[in-house]
């Protein structure tokens, strides 16, 4: 689990580096570009929690569903 954690970090970092070439962190239209990265990396980071825990029910049900086929 922590592996993921490292990687969404390194996924982050590598937002905020590439945001900094583009963006003048010191404009308010550069803030908001970063909250709305660091949004979506927050987003991306629940999804896979998310789908981690849930990969065992997720891959049952589709076992159902095709044995029901």
Do not use: C, P, R, W
Request: no cysteine; glycine share 8%.
């Amino acid at each position: 689990m922590s592996n993921m954690f490292i990687a969404i970090k390194l996924v982050a970092a590598a937002m905020l580096a590439k945001l900094n070439k583009h963006v003048d962190l010191k404009s308010q239209k550069g803030v908001t570009i970063i909250e709305y990265a660091l949004l979506g990396a927050l987003i991306a980071a629940a999804l896979v929690a998310s789908l981690t825990t849930l990969k065992t029910d997720i891959a049952g049900l589709f076992t159902t569903i095709g044995g029901s086929l």
